[in-house]
């Protein structure tokens, strides 16, 4: 059985049924209800990537000639894994009915290999580059500031879920997801093709196959800091809008709104709805 995500089986499957209307996953009806199915399946990848401390194997049953270093990168283990946990988590609906607390352990582990293991030598990419990898970083600092998205009724669902569950021994706050991610997109400046200047530290890391390609060259890294732009100028507003009208109050500032609406998310996977 294949795992891989982002691009690969399950989880890509998975974080593309997420885009779909919840009413398309779930309407109701017993043969027509999907969501059960996608939260019991994020569910055992939880506890599968908790065994294998953060990272997500490539493939069951284990293969013993398969590489002993796990892959680090959004196509291929704990990077994609958490695009699609910070996607479920994020849908007030799916996890007022489907969370589990081994879903923020999972988080919690693979985030600490992303960050350990995630300054991989193949760049500066997205699909497996040290861009990609921030950009898992920059989701969950969305997720964790500002909260899941859906209805009221959902959301208070969530929080009364969350209010009965022991809260997990280890966590990240939303500020440590930025730091890390603005880590991980400043130092993509020493990759080539972007660095042709410093040979000690652009040899540290290989030209692209397709130095200027979207998904393995600098188109993708120029993407990825636009969409910390746009992280940044939203949680500058709500800081200000916070400060200056109240705790909470950015939840119904226009601009606040609007800002947060230019996060598109990954090419190719319609994080906030677009493509």
């Given at each position: 059985m294949v795992l891989d995500v982002?691009?690969?089986d399950i989880g890509g499957i998975l974080a593309i049924l997420l885009e779909c209307k919840l009413e398309e996953l779930g309407d109701g009806a017993l043969e027509n209800n999907h969501l059960p199915i996608i939260g019991k399946t994020i569910t055992q990848l939880c506890k599968l990537t908790i065994a294998n401390e953060g990272h997500l194997p490539s493939s069951l049953p284990h293969n013993p000639l398969a590489r002993r270093s796990p892959l680090v990168q959004i196509c291929h283990g704990a990077p994609g894994f958490l695009v699609l946990l910070?996607?479920?988590?994020g849908i007030a609906r799916l996890a007022s009915l489907e969370w589990e607390p081994c879903w923020d352990h999972a988080i919690y582990l693979a985030s600490q290999r992303v960050w350990e293991q995630g300054l991989i030598f193949k760049g500066g990419g997205l699909c497996h580059g040290i861009a990609g990898n921030?950009?898992?970083?920059?989701?969950?600092h969305n997720l964790f500031e500002y909260g899941p998205q859906g209805?009221?009724?959902d959301r208070m669902a969530f929080s009364e879920k969350l209010a009965q569950t022991p809260p997990?021994?280890?966590?990240?706050?939303?500020?440590?997801?930025?730091?890390r991610a603005l880590a991980f997109l400043l130092h993509v400046r020493k990759t080539q093709p972007f660095n042709t200047h410093t040979y000690e530290e652009s040899i540290q890391y290989r030209m692209p196959d397709h130095p200027y390609s979207l998904y393995e060259g600098l188109s993708g890294t120029m993407?990825?800091?636009?969409?910390?732009?746009?992280?940044?100028?939203?949680?500058?507003?709500?800081?200000?809008?916070?400060?200056?009208v109240g705790?909470?109050?950015y939840?119904?500032?226009?601009?606040?709104?609007?800002?947060?609406?230019?996060?598109?998310?990954?090419?190719?996977i319609a994080v906030q709805g677009y493509i």
């Open positions: 982002l691009t690969i910070a996607r479920s988590r921030a950009w898992p970083f920059l989701m969950l209805s009221r009724a997990p021994p280890q966590k990240y706050s939303a500020d440590q997801y930025l730091s993407v990825a800091w636009a969409e910390a732009c746009v992280v940044i100028v939203a949680r500058l507003r709500k800081m200000e809008v916070d400060e200056v705790h909470g109050a939840h119904t500032d226009g601009a606040f709104c609007r800002d947060l609406r230019h996060v598109l998310g990954i090419p190719g």
